[in-house]
């Protein structure tokens, strides 16, 4: 029987790359995201589903389960931040809608799908948080309260899922190039690129890696987290960057 992956936020960045690698090791993977044009060409790429998907919404992720009938491994990649400005001139739109995506969408894709990943007999939740899940940095502050509340909540996932045949693993990377910082900061091109200027940066590719070779480990191993951080950044505010010719 094929196993079967859910990806949320498939539609770019760690997401998409994660799910060309876990196509790659034979799962069916089912891609969600609101932007169903891309999903539908990731879809048509590695033979997968692309369901129409927000984590904000409840009746979304509703109906996104309703499709699923069998659910081996779920990657709760969807989320980001939005703006950096500081906690003084905090935008709670902005706070609203990190926290909802992030922490609130985890929660209820994980809730809707805990009952098939159980029944698998063999289950997976891996979940994209961030170094910003552990460490501090200026402007970050309702990031940083979302993927802090984002971590906590899926160490207690591990506890309560201790004795059920499924796995809970958190993949925590640091600077990696997507449309990370281009939502960030609004589609403001320039303001992303300089994020990554003079250094290398991860690419959503070696992430996925992470997350495939966390999943290809035998059942009874439970990877419970992994940070992941480019050679060029030691901590989120300490990065090395050296002008190189363009
Ligand atoms: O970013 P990006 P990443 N409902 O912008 C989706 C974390 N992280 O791959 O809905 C459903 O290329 C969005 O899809 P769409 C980060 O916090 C990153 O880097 O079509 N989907 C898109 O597919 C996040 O948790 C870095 O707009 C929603 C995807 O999310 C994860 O890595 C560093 C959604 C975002 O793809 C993947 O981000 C770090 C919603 N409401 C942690 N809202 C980094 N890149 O540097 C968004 O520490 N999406």
């Known amino acids: 029987m094929t196993r079967v992956a859910v990806i949320t936020g498939a539609s770019s960045g760690i997401g998409a790359a994660a799910a060309r690698a876990l196509a790659g090791d034979g799962f069916r993977v089912v891609l969600g995201a609101r932007r169903l044009e891309r999903l539908e060409e990731l879809a048509a790429e590695v033979d997968g589903e692309a369901i129409a998907l927000d984590v904000t919404d409840p009746d979304s992720v509703g109906e996104l389960a309703a499709r699923v009938p069998r659910c081996d491994v779920l990657v709760n990649n969807a989320g980001g931040a939005l703006g950096l400005e500081p906690l003084g001139e905090a935008d709670e739109a902005k706070w609203g809608t990190m926290y909802e995506a992030n922490v609130l969408g985890t929660m209820r894709m994980t809730r809707a799908l805990l009952p098939r990943l159980i029944e698998s007999g063999d289950g997976h939740v891996v979940s994209i948080t961030s170094i910003a899940g552990f460490e501090a940095y200026r402007g970050g502050a309702g990031y940083i309260a979302a993927k802090h509340a984002q971590r906590s909540m899926l160490r207690v996932l591990r506890l309560e899922l201790l004795g059920e045949p499924v796995r809970v693993t958190e993949v925590a990377p640091g600077m990696v190039e997507t449309e ?67």
């Open 180 to 246: 990370f910082s281009l939502v960030r900061f609004g589609g403001d091109e320039e303001a992303a690129r300089r994020v990554y200027r003079d250094m290398k940066p991860l690419s959503a590719a070696d992430v996925a890696e992470c997350i495939r070779w966390a999943i290809a480990q035998p059942s009874h191993v439970n990877v419970d987290e992994i940070v992941v951080r480019p050679r060029d950044q030691a901590a989120a505010t300490e990065v090395h960057r050296v002008e190189r010719p363009r």
